[in-house]
C-alpha cells in the first residue's frame, strides 16, 4: 500500500467512525498493518490510527470503563478470589472443594486474563485506555490498548504482550490444582480444575490462534 493508499483509508476511516458505520470496507487495518511493515511511517501515523481506533472501539465495546476504574475492580476481584482460595482450606468437604473451584478456577482464572496483558504490556512500554467487555459471548473483561504507545512499541514486545494474558489463564488452574493435590481436598475438585486447564489449552490450539490472543501473537511477530 502506497502512502496516499495509506491516507485515503485513514481518512476514509475517520469518515465512518464519525457516522458511526464502523471499519468494515475502509481498508483501516490493511494501512495499520503497512504502518507496522514499515516501522518509519509510524511517527506520521500514530496518532491518527490510535483515535480512528479508540472511536471504534467505543462504538463495538458492549461495556467500558476507565483505566483507573477497571485495574482497581480487577485488582479487587483478584485477592477476592486469593481469599476465596485460602478459605477453602479451612471448610469441609464438599464446601471447600466448591469454594476452591470458584476462587481459584473461576474468579482468579476471569481476572488474571487482563491483568496479564496489562501488566507486561505497561513493561513494554504500552499505555492502555479502558477495561471491557466485548459481547454478551465473549464476557471475559480485557484490557484496551492506546494504539500510539502500541504501535511505538517494537513487534516482539506487542507480541508477548498479546500472549501474557493466555499464558496467566492457562497456568491458574494447575497451580490450584497444585494446591488441591497438596491438601485434604476432594478428588473431583481436582479433576475438574485439571480438565479446565487441559480445555484451556484445547481451545487456545483449536480457537485463539485463529481468533484471539495466539493470533495477535502470531501477527506480531511477522514484522519481527
Known sequence: ?????IE????AAEEAVTAGSGLAGTG???AVATVKANPQLIEGYASQ???????????????????GVGTTLMGLLTLLG???????????DPWNGLVLLGGGGGVLVATTHGLGHLVVGRMAGIRFTHWFVGSL???QPGVKVDYTTYLRASPRRRAWMHASGALVTKVVPFLILALALSSDFP????WLLLAQGVLQIITDVVWSVKLSDWKKFRREMSYA
Do not use: C, Y
Not at 485515503?8 to 481518512?11: F, K
Open 1 to 5: 500500500m502506497e502512502q496516499q493508499s
Open 28 to 30: 483501516f487495518w490493511k
Open 137 to 139: 459471548g465473549r464476557p
Open 49 to 67: 490510527i490510535a483515535e480512528v481506533d479508540r472511536r471504534a472501539f467505543l462504538q463495538w465495546a458492549l461495556f467500558s470503563v476507565g483505566t
Open 187 to 190: 478428588s473431583w475438585a481436582a
Open 8 to 11: 485515503e483509508a485513514l481518512n
Open 82 to 92: 486469593v481469599a476465596l482460595v485460602a478459605w477453602s482450606h479451612s471448610l469441609p
